[in-house]
C-alpha cells in the first residue's frame, strides 16, 4: 500500500516494470480511461518485459505497441476495435478478445491481471479518486486488482460506483492532459426518417439505452417532448445532455436508481465531459451490473437502441464485423437485446440504413456474408428499422421475418431478396 502521497511516473513506471513477471496482464479503462502518460512510460521501459499484455476497450490513443512494435514485450489486446485498433488488428499487430461487454469483468478477473493502470480525477474532499468517465470492467475490479491512477486535473470528478479511496490505491500521480473528444456524427435525412420511426414507438416514462452511431443520436433528437424519460445506457454519449436541458428526462418512472442516470461511460465532446463533472444525476456503475440483462429486464418498457452492419433473412444481426474483416465488437448490443426482450412492455430497436455503398449494397441479405459474425442473435432480436419501415421479428416464424425484413429492404434490391428467399424455401408463396 501507497503512503498515500503522490509519486512520480518514472518512480511508478521503474517499480511496475521491476515487478511485472512474463506473461503478466494489465488492464485499462476504455477510451479516456487511459492514462496517457503512464502508458508512454511503460512503452518506454518495454525492453525490459517480455510477453506482458495489455488489455482494453476502444483504445483512443495510436500508441507503438499497439502498432506491434514491442512484440513479445508489451503487447495490445482489444476487446472492442477502435479506428485505431481496427488497422492494427488487421495487419496482426494487435490481438482481439470478442465478448458481450457485461462479462468482460468475469473475463478478466480469470487472468488475475498485475494491476489496473486508469487515469482518474482529483481525490474529493474525503480523499476518494473517481475514474472519471469511466466505471467499465475496470470498477468491477476496485478491491480485487492493484489500482494506479494517473491523476488528471481535466479528469471530471463523477458520482458512482467507479470511486476508489486512496488507502486502497497501489500508487498514484499527477499528470496533465486533455481528454480525447469524439464528434457525434451529424445524421442525415435518412437517418432522421429511421430515427422517427423508432421515436414514434417510445412511450413517455420508457427508460432508453442509446447506442454508438448516428441514427441512436438521431433517436434522442426526436425525444425532446417526451416526458419522464430515463437513462440506463453503457455509453452516455452528447445527445443526451439536450434530453436533459430540454426537461424529457427524469427518470422518474425507473424501478431501479429512481430519477438518475446510469451508464458505464462517456464518450464525446468536452461539453459532455463538463457535464458529467460534479453532477450527482449521472452515475457511472460497473458494466457488471449497468449491461446486466437481468437488471435491465426489471425496468418497465425499456427501450434500446443500437445499429449493425447487416442482418440477415432470420434477423441475425451482423453488428460488428464486414464479412471476414473485424469492425468494431459485440459491446452491450446483446446485453441490452436480451434485457429489453425481458422488459414488461420493453422494445429491442437494431437500426441501420438499408444500403452501404451509395445503395449498392443491401445491408438486408438472404445468407450473411462468409466469415461475418452474430451479435445480436435470431432468437433475441426483436425490431430490425431501415428508412422503408419497421420488420417486427421477436416470436414471427421464418417465413414472416423473411417477408417483414424484405419489405424494410431498398426496393431495388427487394426482388433478388425474394428470388433468393423461395430458392431456400424460406417463403413458400
Ligand atoms: N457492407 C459493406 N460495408 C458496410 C456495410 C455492409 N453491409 N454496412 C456498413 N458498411 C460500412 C459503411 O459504409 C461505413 O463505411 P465508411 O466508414 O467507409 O463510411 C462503415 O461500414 C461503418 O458503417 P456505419 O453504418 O457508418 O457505422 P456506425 O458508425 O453507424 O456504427 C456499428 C455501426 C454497427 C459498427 C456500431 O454500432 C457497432 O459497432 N455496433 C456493435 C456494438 C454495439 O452495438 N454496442 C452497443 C452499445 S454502444
Not at 479503462?29 to 525492453?47: C, F, M, Q, T
Not at 430515463?230 to 455509453?235: A, F, R
Request: hydrophobic share 40%; glycine share 8%; net charge negative.
Amino acid at each position: 500500500m501507497s503512503d498515500n502521497l503522490p509519486s512520480t511516473v518514472e518512480t511508478i513506471a521503474d517499480a511496475l516494470v521491476d515487478e511485472l513477471s512474463a506473461n503478466d496482464n494489465l488492464v485499462v479503462p476504455i477510451a479516456n480511461g487511459e492514462p496517457p502518460h503512464l502508458l508512454d512510460a511503460l512503452e518506454a521501459r518495454a525492453s525490459s518485459l517480455t510477453g506482458v499484455r495489455v488489455h482494453q476497450m476502444h483504445a483512443l490513443r495510436d500508441r507503438p505497441y499497439i502498432r506491434g512494435e514491442y512484440r513479445g514485450q508489451l503487447e495490445h489486446v482489444s476487446w472492442f476495435l477502435s479506428y485505431v485498433t481496427r488497422p492494427a488488428y488487421r495487419a496482426g499487430q494487435c490481438s482481439f478478445s470478442p465478448a458481450n461487454f457485461s462479462e468482460v469483468p468475469q473475463f478478466l478477473s480469470v487472468l488475475e491481471p498485475a494491476a489496473v493502470l486508469a487515469a482518474a480525477s482529483p481525490p474529493d474532499q474525503n480523499g476518494f479518486f473517481s475514474l472519471g468517465v469511466c466505471a467499465d470492467y475496470s470498477a468491477a475490479l476496485i478491491g480485487k486488482t492493484p489500482f494506479i491512477l494517473e491523476v488528471n486535473p481535466n479528469m471530471p470528478q463523477t458520482h458512482g460506483r467507479n470511486r476508489v479511496h486512496r488507502s486502497q490505491v497501489k500508487d498514484w500521480f499527477e499528470a496533465e492532459s486533455d481528454l480525447i473528444e469524439v464528434a457525434a456524427k451529424d445524421p442525415s435525412p435518412v437517418d432522421l426518417a429511421i430515427a422517427q420511426q423508432v421515436a414514434d414507438r417510445i412511450p413517455d416514462g420508457a427508460t432508453i439505452q442509446l447506442g454508438i452511431g448516428a441514427i441512436p443520436g438521431a433517436v434522442a433528437q426526436l425525444l425532446r417532448d417526451h416526458a419522464d424519460l430515463g437513462v440506463h445506457t453503457e455509453l452516455l454519449s452528447d445527445p443526451i445532455i439536450d434530453l436533459v436541458e430540454a426537461g424529457a428526462v427524469t427518470g422518474l418512472r425507473k424501478r431501479h436508481r429512481r430519477g438518475e442516470i446510469v451508464t458505464t461511460f462517456a464518450l464525446g465532446s468536452k461539453q459532455l465531459y463538463d457535464f458529467c463533472h460534479d453532477n450527482a444525476f449521472v452515475r457511472f456503475h460497473p458494466v457488471d451490473e449497468v449491461n446486466d440483462p437481468r437488471k435491465i429486464g426489471q425496468e418497465p418498457a425499456f427501450v434500446s437502441i443500437n445499429s449493425t452492419l447487416q442482418v440477415d433473412l432470420f434477423g441475425q444481426c451482423a453488428s460488428e464485423t464486414i464479412g471476414t474483416n473485424y469492425y468494431s465488437g459485440s459491446g452491450g448490443q446483446a446485453d441490452f437485446a436480451r434485457g429489453a426482450q425481458y422488459s414488461d412492455g420493453g422494445h429491442g430497436f437494431v437500426v441501420m440504413r438499408s444500403t452501404a455503398k451509395n445503395g449498392t449494397v443491401s445491408k438486408i441479405v438472404s445468407e450473411l456474408d462468409p466469415g461475418a459474425v452474430v451479435t445480436t442473435p435470431k432468437n433475441t432480436v426483436d425490431k430490425i428499422v431501415t428508412e422503408f419501415g419497421v420488420a417486427e421479428l421477436e416470436g414471427r416464424t421464418l417465413e414472416q421475418r423473411a417477408k417483414a425484413l424484405i419489405a424494410i429492404a431498398a426496393p431495388a434490391h427487394r426482388d433478388e431478396l425474394l428470388r433468393a428467399a423461395r430458392r431456400r424455401n424460406l417463403i413458400r408463396t
